[in-house]
């Protein structure tokens, strides 16, 4: 157990239809990634944040947005959903930036599938 | 960040060493070598890392050539568990980014 948590494990949804994905880090974690695993794409960082603020940026689409409470829990919004945009997607956490260790930990995944 | 380069997939017997290689020849001198795995469909799991040192931890071993451009990960005694592909990654450590790009990886596939 890596103390990330990730909800729901599971979804299925209709294109064009909109999710949220939600992640709670490790205690005292400031930084939150989010990952996308795709069958034909492996792991693609989509984007990360740091204490509320964004960090750094990966091959997130337009259609998806991200944002870190105060609470320091995640969220990603999936909107005008696709077939192709059907996939696991991870979300990380690290202690700080996560520059010095380069340790992430991970959940366990929400597993989306797009009809 | 340096590319890595790794074989596709990987057979070891269970209970013998598993060796994997890769190769990053364009490192710098200030990026480290991560090795993380991931077992079927579950979130990535970090193994070790290191500068240029062998380290050792309870999970594995990381042997760096001297001149850094390759590295083994060494898992001492195989068993059924560690099945999952491993990724090579290669990083500056101490940035203010800390996402990791994940290549392809390799398939370590454990057999009795």
């Known amino acids: 157990d890596s103390g990330v948590t990730q909800t729901p494990k599971h979804l299925i949804t209709a294109t064009g239809q909109r999710v949220t994905l939600r992640c709670s880090p490790r205690s005292g974690d400031l930084s939150v990634y989010w990952y996308q695993q795709s069958l034909d794409q492996g792991l693609q960082f989509l984007i990360q944040y740091y204490n509320g603020e964004e960090r750094a940026k990966g091959n997130i689409l337009e259609r998806f947005s991200a944002q870190q409470f105060p609470d320091l829990h995640s969220e990603l919004n999936l909107s005008s959903l696709e077939l192709g945009d059907s996939a696991l997607y991870f979300c990380a956490s690290s202690p700080g930036t996560g520059g010095n260790t380069g340790e992430l930990f991970f959940g366990e995944g929400s597993r989306l599938t797009v009809l | 960040d340096a590319k890595t380069t790794q074989p596709p997939s990987m057979d070891c017997a269970e209970g013998r060493a598993a060796n994997l290689p890769c190769n990053h020849s364009t490192i710098s001198g200030n990026e480290y070598v991560y090795w993380y795995r991931q077992i079927h469909s579950q979130g990535p799991q970090y193994i070790i890392h290191?500068?240029?040192n062998n380290e050792t931890n309870e999970m594995a071993s990381l042997i760096i050539t001297e001149d850094r451009k390759s590295s083994t990960l060494i898992l001492p005694h195989a068993t059924l568990r560690d099945t999952a592909v491993y990724y090579c990654i290669v990083r500056v450590a101490g940035g203010s980014q800390g996402n990791l790009i994940f290549g392809k990886g390799t398939k370590l596939s454990v057999k009795p």
């Open positions: 290191g500068l240029k």
